[in-house]
């Protein structure tokens, strides 16, 4: 299945730094890591708010021809693809960044190094990243509610009290 989501969200604080090169073999390898964390945590993330089976059917029916309105009403309250914000895209970057803080050697985990460069903690990025999520996932579960007639999520088995458990507000300390 489609993402609903592409790297083209990654822009200003979501930003992945060495993907918006053209014409460069560097940038193309970010960009094809980039979109295999949108293609592995999106429909995670979707699965979880929606339900598999709903998910299912979502995904289905932006396949369809003409695209049944329901499913283009809930399209648009989980991506604006004029501003191309998401809170899928919030959530990918914070396992995209989280995953790249340090890097599996034989040895064990090691940070990288950069010559001239100094690292920075990456600590308020990701926390500011994943509570914009945390807020739209919060106004998406509410509408999800108000609409359970036409979209059955809790009726399919999605637990909206834990989503929003999973998905709550994080802070840089850890508490």
Not at 74 to 99: C, E
Not at 104 to 125: C, D, H, M, Q
């Amino acid at each position: 299945m489609a993402n609903l989501i592409d790297t083209t969200y990654f822009w200003g604080e979501l930003e992945i730094a060495g993907t918006n090169t053209e014409n460069n073999p560097i940038a193309a390898g970010k960009l094809t890591e980039l979109t295999a964390y949108i293609t592995k945590y999106e429909p995670i993330v979707l699965k979880e708010l929606l339900s598999e089976t709903v998910y299912n059917e979502f995904m289905a029916g932006l396949i369809d021809d003409p695209i049944e309105e329901k499913w283009k009403t809930l399209r648009n309250k989980l991506q604006d693809v004029v501003a191309l914000t998401s809170p899928i895209a919030n959530f990918v970057y914070w396992h995209f960044v989280v995953g790249h803080v340090s890097y599996s050697a034989t040895s064990g985990e090691v940070i990288p190094t950069f010559e001239n460069a100094t690292l920075a903690s990456v600590n308020k990025k990701i926390v500011r990243a994943w509570n914009e999520a945390s807020d739209q996932w919060e106004a998406i579960v509410e509408w999800l509610i108000e609409n359970e007639a036409t979209y059955e999520c809790a009726a399919n088995g999605a637990d909206f009290g834990q989503f929003l458990l999973d998905t709550e507000t994080i802070n840089t300390i850890g508490i």
